[in-house]
């Protein structure tokens, strides 16, 4: 486990996985999500409500607050909506925009991670609860059947995307890099 140490905000620590070298793919691809997930987690921490929001740059609304959001809908779609089937709205939007997400500029940390810890948690039983990889759930937008192992790999696709996001809107705040 890697330690990020203490932040002043929060005094919270944000413990990063890190994945086996010789794991199954099972436990790989769980440990590789776990590991993205924190990684945003510590692109955030130590950050007021302010710099979380602060935007990337004109005219684009992009913020670390906006990411946690986004993340939290691409969560909630990927495990309940497609793998669990589950007929539910997505988080920030009635009418299924994701981009909706985003826009921070109303959002507080406490707002934000509460609803993408929650839909964290409920994709972690979805994937401890499925039998298999090769389970299927249908996504709409691509009319097509998906496999968890497909999800496990697209999640952490969409992490590395947007932690790479995450890096520069964090050194734009305050300087820290890495990690």
Known sequence: MRDAGPTPQTDAVTTRPEPPLTGGERETLRAFLDFH??????????????????RS?????????GLVRH?????RTWFRKVINGEDLPLVWSDDGDYQVAYDAS???????????????????????????????????????EVSLRLVLHHLCHEY??????????????DGVTGA
């Open 37 to 54: 997930r924190s990684t945003l987690a510590m692109k955030c921490e130590g950050l007021s409500d302010d710099e979380l929001r602060r």
């Open 57 to 65: 740059m004109p005219p684009s609304t992009l913020t670390l607050l």
């Open 71 to 75: 993340m939290a809908e691409v969560e």
């Open 106 to 144: 109303g959002s507080s940390r406490a707002e934000a991670f509460e609803a993408w810890q929650a839909e964290v948690e409920h994709s972690r039983r979805i994937e401890r609860e499925a039998e298999s990889l090769d389970m299927t759930g249908y996504q709409p937008r691509w009319e097509a």
């Open 160 to 173: 590395a995307r947007h932690n790479g996001h995450a890096d520069f809107l964090r050194e734009g705040i």
